[in-house]
């Protein structure tokens, strides 16, 4: 899963843009040029998926760009951290049973899914292995 979700943007005004996520409708913020608009859109969409793992919500595959809308990814932090709490809910894996996988105490793998600790990505990693997933990293032109 990529955490890449297409966004809306909307002047409302000479220093207002707006800027909307039909995947994540909680996720609305706005910025005073387009510039702007989209580095807040990064914040609110972190925000966004932070809380639903914190709230143990679904995360949303990202629908597919509509014309007109700017695709805004989370930092790979956040999307290893929720990588690892959807493959968690699909796999109906308790955290004390991941953790007995790996071989470390539920307050690890907790950590690992709290998006406000830093987590060793290697960490997520085999984390994501106990789970049969693979965490993929790639970059693409902005």
Not at 10 to 21: A, C, H, L, P
Not at 119 to 142: F, K, P, W, Y
């Amino acid at each position: 899963m990529r955490f890449t979700y297409p966004a809306r943007l909307q002047r409302t005004g000479t220093n207002e843009i707006v800027v909307s996520f039909r995947d994540l409708p909680e996720c609305l913020t706005s910025g005073t040029d387009e510039a702007d608009a989209l580095a807040e859109a990064t914040d609110a969409l972190e925000e966004a998926i932070a809380g639903r793992i914190d709230d143990r919500e679904s995360i949303p595959c990202p629908s597919p760009r509509r014309t007109g809308e700017r695709l805004v990814s989370v930092l790979a932090d956040t999307a290893a951290k929720a990588a690892l709490w959807v493959a968690l809910r699909e796999s109906g894996t308790s955290r004390v049973a991941l953790a007995a996988r790996l071989g470390i105490d539920e307050k690890a793998v907790r950590r690992m899914l709290d998006p406000r600790h830093r987590s060793s990505a290697n960490r997520i990693h085999e984390a994501l292995r106990a789970l049969g997933q693979d965490l993929v990293v790639e970059t693409h032109a902005a």
